[in-house]
């Protein structure tokens, strides 16, 4: 009986979902609530150091230090721990240490009450210590858990929520604990006492409605020797180029938020002429910016690992932090301006665009990175590597902070000069980075082309190519673009298959190159080329990899689908006969035939603006045949009824 292939079902899918359904939506609060809590904390902090300013029981220099101390004591448990926490975190079922972080907290937020109620600077400093303790043990389940509620399509919009959430958190936070002693005046310690505990308690109640995930190392044998498993665990951050410099990235994006958060408090005083609420406003386009960023990563990236929107958010980050020099490089005109007084001031429109610009591009640079380092690295080793990488962030934030202060206080640099700075340092870097690692720029430029040409349409992706695992993928073959429109398309990393000569056309041959691709020639052209082919296929399919071929072995000259070559089935035969068969995927193209770089054009034609610009292109696949023995003739069936009477 023919095989007739399931009604196709587009994939359209919002990351919101995710917010209703119990994998993901207890995790998110618990992260939420937890960075919420933590702001509240720090910022009633610096209400009770002004309160009793005031009050004349704090002496001017006393508050200075504790000001300068705090934020040194959250950071340090960092650096002793981290490596500890990834071990734990590795080792333990994840919802567990979940809740066991979060009763942590009450017990840390209780401590944290007593200073409150007391007015004991000292005591609030252990509890804030305390914190940072917690903070350190809940980082590396807090990324690692994602990989494992998460199918590989959802993992940029479920990051993506997680930094809106976390962002936002931190805003709505600083704006609560900071309220707090202005609004409560003399009961603002009790006030604030109460507030972290409920806020505590809240996230250990949530915190039990997660659903169980299992441990990526349970075997693993702790090792307490901090100084040596910390540098174990950062040089598990450097094991594969992409994670190493993803791991940098992170950090990177760490650095330019403590440059910035940390200078905006002046430059809203100093150079935008406002008030407290001026700063708040500031941090607020910020932090929306970010937010807004990370939710657009899951649209642009097409529910793909898409990095190559970092270089997008790298570049995009320096243009507006550029531009915010040049919008405002001295000092404001006028003082004491509210916020809508400033928004009425010629040129803030400008400033504010470029505020929510950076945060916007940090939202394209940081999630993709968090995406792909979750996605590339071993289950089994993943809550190390984010402990890894959360010890080179604190020592990212502890160099910002001492690099801000030099520039300031012995070269004398303003603070949008320190701006301008950034904008070129992050330019460089970024460059930098690209340039050791180009699968990040070529991921962007074959975006770009694909974004920009092509009108996507998913069908059965997301149900039919597996989450892991090898398989082999088979596809008609239309045009130049084939390979990268299903790059674009299919969540995992691909290996193509492609003929020697399309491999090696100019400017697609880097990208080719770039992307791991596995050229290959006929028998009678080149037998050593066709060889090597199949042997880099076989050890792909073996190491775990998805494999596309197009087995009709040329572009289609006519629309039409050509016969499939016996390749195919010697690909299957040698996997099976080594004890490791994989299943193979059908998939289709349709719409390309008259959209750009077919053979429908001719050269010249090619490189005219195409008939149909933004072409609406279908990606079609179908459920993975599992038989070893199936035959490229009934691959191409399945194949030609996908695609259906669309070219």
Partial sequence: MAHVPE??????????????????LPYFTVQALGAFNDNVYRQAIIGLLGAMALAGTLSADTRALYTQLAPAIFILPYFLFS??????????????????TTAMEIAIMSLAAVGFVLQ????????????????????PVKYSILPSVLRPEELTGGNGLVEMGTSISILLGMIFGGSIFLLAGAAGPYVAAVSIIVLAIAGNLVARRIPRVDAGEPGLAVSWNVARESLRIWKLTRRQPAVRNAVLGVSWFWFIGTVLTAQLPMYAETN?????????????????????GSLLCEKLSGRTVEIGLVPLGAFGVSAFMLDLYFARPGQALAAGLSVAQFAGAPGSWRIILDLTGIGLF??????????????????????????????????????AAMIGIALQQLLGWSIP???LALAIANALVAIWIFSIVPEFFMRFVSWLMVRTLYRLELHGIEKHVPDEGPALLVCNHVSYM????????IPRPVRFVMYHRIFNVPVMRWIFRTARAIPIAGAREDPALMQRAFDTIDAALAEGELVCIFPEGALTKDGSIAPFKSGVERILRRAAEAGRPVPVVPMALRGMWSSMWSRRDSRIGRMRVPRRFRAHVGVVADAPVGDPMVTAEQLEARVRALRGSAE
């Fill in 417 to 419: 000069q320190l701006f």
């Fill in 272 to 292: 935008l002429g406002g008030t407290q609420a001026l700063y708040i406003f500031a941090l607020a386009l910020f932090s929306i910016g970010v937010g807004a």
């Fill in 120 to 139: 004991n600077m000292p005591l609030l400093l252990v509890a804030l210590f305390c914190t940072g303790l917690q903070s350190t043990l809940f980082g």
């Fill in 7 to 24: 009604p196709p079902v587009t994939d359209h899918h919002s990351q919101f979902d995710l917010l209703r359904q119990r994998r993901f």
């Fill in 362 to 399: 940090t939202g394209f640079f940081v999630v993709p990175l968090f995406a792909l380092i979750q996605s590339r690295t071993p289950r089994a080793e993943l809550a190390r590597v984010i402990a890894g990488m959360n010890i080179q962030n604190a020592a990212f934030i502890v160099a």
């Fill in 482 to 489: 084939d390979a990268l429109i299903l790059g674009a398309t």
């Fill in 83 to 100: 490596a500890t926490a990834g071990q734990i975190a590795e080792k333990l079922e994840k919802q567990r240490l979940i809740v066991i």
